[in-house]
Nanobody
Framework: QVNLLESGGGLVQPGGSLRLSCVAS????????MTWVRQAPGKGPKWVSH????????YYADSVKGRFTTSRDNAKNTLYLQMNSLKPEDTALYYC?????????????????WGQGTQVTVSS
């Protein structure tokens, strides 16, 4: 049974940092590209970043480029999102998701498993 469990969200002031984690189980983590998606209140989910299987190749949405860093530890079956210089507009529910084999990494419909999400709120 595939399971993705996010943690690390919380309330932070503008300019602060958070590190999200996503622990995967029930599949061979190192075989799959992984992604972070966020959903702001009243809006649809949006791709934030994705990372290839080996961890050396990452991509970011323009809105987070230079501030967020995605990484993975395949030995620990864990995906990370380091978020720095946070802004109020980063407030959202953050999900990790598995990209289906052969899927388009930025296409939401190609994510076959999602975690339950972790809330990030940036406010003074």
């Amino acid at each position: 049974q595939v399971n993705l469990l996010e943690s690390g969200g919380g309330l932070v002031q503008p300019g602060g940092s958070l590190r999200l984690s996503c622990v995967a189980s029930g599949f061979t983590f190192s075989n799959y590209d992984m992604t972070w998606v966020r959903q702001a209140p009243g809006k649809g989910p949006k791709w934030v970043s994705h990372i290839h299987t080996g961890g050396s190749t990452t991509y970011y949405a323009d809105s987070v480029k230079g501030r967020f860093t995605t990484s993975r530890d395949n030995a620990k079956n864990t995906l990370y999102l380091q978020m720095n210089s946070l802004k109020p507009e980063d407030t959202a529910l953050y999900y990790c998701a598995r990209i289906r084999l052969g899927g388009v990494p930025t296409r939401i419909d190609d994510y076959d498993y999602w975690g339950q999400g972790t809330q990030v709120t940036v406010s003074s």
